[in-house]
């Protein structure tokens, strides 16, 4: 578990990961009790069938996160309209102080929320709302540059930086054309 802001980075060395991109507010902001998951026996497992390969579809992690259920809490309803202002407008440059005044807040309270229950800044996390577009509209078909100019990318250069910063991989090492349909977000 790699809570939000740490530096990190990974290494498939060829093999097949799977990685689970949970957005912070979504978590009980209690990180103990989400690195406790980590350690659990059937995450354990999990893990050990993706390495080997073994793992086919997604029923087992399904099943696994139902009977985990990691809390959440609510998110102030200020922060879900910029949010949701974000996530409709990834393609664009839109400027904090427009996401500020969709919300109803003032830039600097805005950022001031948006770290207390997302537990980053809204930069970062558009960086992260992009990245997961990349990855829905790829799993949809698109190519990885078409997925990263539609999600607001400059280039597939950009996004391959970007990714590299946020998640500590290329995204043309796990977005393989071969492993496309192994590609799921929810």
Do not use: K
């Not at 229950?117 to 809204?122: A, C, D, R, V, Y």
């Amino acid at each position: 578990m790699i809570a939000p802001g740490f530096a990190h980075a990974v290494d498939s060395r060829g093999g097949r990961i799977a990685v689970f991109l949970l957005p912070a507010y979504a978590l009980t902001g209690h990180w103990a009790e989400v690195r406790g998951l980590s350690a659990t026996g059937s995450w354990v497992e999990l893990a050990e069938a993706v390495a080997h390969q073994q793992l086919d579809g997604f029923d087992p992690v399904d099943r696994l996160l139902a009977h985990e259920q990691v809390g959440t809490r609510p998110v102030d309803e200020r922060l879900q309209l910029a949010i949701g202002a974000l996530a409709g407008a990834l393609d664009e440059n839109v400027s904090m102080a427009e996401i500020a005044s969709v919300a109803r807040l003032s830039p600097s309270r805005l950022m001031a929320l948006a770290r207390e229950q997302l537990g980053t800044s809204l930069r970062p996390y558009r960086r992260w709302l992009r990245a997961f577009e990349v990855a829905r509209a790829y799993a949809s078909g698109a190519s990885l540059t078409e997925a990263a100019l539609a999600a607001g990318f400059a280039s597939s250069a950009h996004l391959s930086i970007a990714a590299r910063e946020q998640f500590g991989i290329r995204p043309s090492d796990v977005l393989a054309p071969q492993h496309r349909a192994l590609i799921r977000t929810l």
